[in-house]
């Protein structure tokens, strides 16, 4: 970002701690150290919502604080690139992940970004709200009978991914965070919304979100595995 929105970066920066405790979570039961059964807690299913949901947001927001979205698209392309060939190595294959989808919709942007900031500012948020509930129903209750429409929000027989996170309904997410993005741009700058603070726990990992996003997991797991020696 060419500007640092504080409380933007602390946003992120509690969205990081959050996943990387969700993570740990998960690790903890791939160790036996929880049960199985703990997937299924209903409190652990909204968190990973709030995270993902939060991610994509906000790098829509960063859609107008960015220098270059297909700069930043390529630079997450290649960082999922890398977390996928991880994936299947360690048998958790991620098939369309939150890092695949991010670079394509700052790619899309990129490219579409004018033509979505068309939709006038008082319907945009309704609109890209609407399509976001109206598309994850159909997303999450529909299911065909070919198996290479999962990018876009529709699974197919034996479809299995440890990340999803379709064009639809998360797109328009993502457009969401644009239209607010565009708004506290065009706020004063001394406005509250612009100059509002967060502490620096915060604002330290939300300003490196991606390289937290490829170390913590295998640091997280590391950890595990050591205390898992240790406790043999």
Known sequence: MSERVRWLDGWRGLVCWLMMGYHLFFDCIMFGWLPGSATQWWPMFILQRFIVLSFIFLSGVSAHFTRSNLRRGLLTFGAGAVVVAASYVVDAPIRCGVLQFLACAMVLYHFAGRQVE??????????????????????????????WLYP???????????????????????????????????APADSRLRTMGAPGWLTWPGQRTLIIYMLHQPVLYGACWLVSRFLA
């Open 152 to 186: 876009l929000g529709l699974r197919g027989p034996g479809f299995v991914s440890y990340d999803w996170v379709p064009l639809f309904p998360n797109i328009f997410m993502f457009f969401l965070g644009g239209w607010f993005g565009k708004r506290l741009m065009a």
């Open 118 to 147: 068309k939709v006038p500012d008082a319907l945009a948020p309704w609109l890209w709200a609407a399509l976001y509930l109206v598309t994850r129903i159909i997303s999450y209750t529909t299911f065909v009978s070919v198996t």
